[in-house]
């Protein structure tokens, strides 16, 4: 299943602009656009130079914006990716992504995330005969642990998540960053990014063929999730993933896969200097 770009244009301008605080009349008298030409925008309305006029004041990507408004752009397709698994279940009209990875040699599994429904973690785990060791929370919002109680019953996995995240229904370990775990031939690492939420994590896991961040809400293919918590924090944690060798891939709680390297180009929130 070819995955939608979680946002378009105007998501992009809506959370811009809602995460530094800025009113549509005070954006209007700075860009010196209507208040009514930039409520078209972020009701969907296409009109490029009024979209590249807030882009640049709201400190976007300009050129990744247009793009994405123009639908010129998507992601790569990634290569599979021997004991990699993206599972995807619904959430109202979108999806939410959940990550099944496992060691070839052993079976032993790690989980990342369960979505909206643990039905589909359940049956691959049983289907491909692995065994479901831990379970990582990049963040607690019901979307992407609905069901884990259940999958940690049916398991016998532990969960982990950081201690900073506010509290979910089952038991977890607490832990923070640097954190490191070792499941047969992978290693798990996390590292804080926060901004979506209190305690946001982000999990790097390498021993694959290639190296994989799995980043929650933290960074979406040409976007990111909303800075509920802080917006500042949210762009550290996006440039902090965005740090990583170009090649690493990034799995998002949702949309299509994609790499450092396209995000370094193609994220709307991401603009050096």
């Keep these: 299943m070819k995955l939608p770009v979680e946002d378009d244009f105007n998501d992009v301008l809506g959370k811009a602009q809602k995460g530094q605080g800025i009113s549509t009349e005070v954006l209007a008298e700075t860009t010196g656009l209507s208040e009514e030409s930039i409520r078209k925008a972020r009701r969907g309305e296409f009109e490029p130079s009024d979209v590249a006029i807030l882009g640049q004041a709201l400190g976007l990507n300009v050129e990744a914006l247009l793009a994405i408004g123009r639908n010129e752009w998507y992601p790569e397709e990634q290569?599979?990716?021997?004991?990699?698994?993206?599972?995807?279940?619904?959430?109202?009209?979108?999806?939410?992504?959940?990550?099944?990875?496992?060691?070839?040699?052993?079976?032993?599994?790690?989980?990342?995330?369960?979505?909206?429904?643990?039905?589909?973690?359940?049956?691959?785990?049983?289907?491909?005969?692995?065994?479901?060791?831990?379970?990582?929370v990049t963040h607690s919002h019901g979307d992407h642990i609905e069901g884990a109680d259940l999958i940690l019953e049916k398991t016998g996995a532990s969960a982990v998540i950081s201690r900073i995240e506010p509290e979910v229904p089952f038991a977890t370990e607490k832990i923070d960053e640097g954190y490191v775990a070792r499941i047969g031939s992978l290693s798990v690492e996390m590292f804080n990014t926060p901004g979506h939420t209190k305690g946001g994590s982000t999990f790097l896991v390498t021993g694959l063929s290639r190296t994989v961040a799995l980043v929650g809400d933290a960074i979406f293919a040409g976007s990111m999730g909303g800075a509920n918590v802080s917006y500042e924090q949210s762009l550290a944690g996006l440039t902090k993933i965005l740090s990583l060798p170009d090649d690493t891939v990034i799995a998002s709680g949702h949309g299509p896969l994609t790499t450092v390297g396209q995000e370094k180009e193609m994220n709307c929130f991401y603009r050096v200097g």
């Design 79 to 136: 290569k599979a990716i021997e004991g990699f698994e993206l599972i995807a279940t619904r959430f109202y009209d979108m999806y939410v992504n959940a990550y099944l990875i496992s060691d070839p040699a052993t079976r032993e599994t790690i989980a990342f995330d369960t979505g909206t429904d643990p039905e589909p973690i359940l049956e691959s785990l049983f289907k491909r005969g692995l065994t479901l060791k831990t379970l990582f």
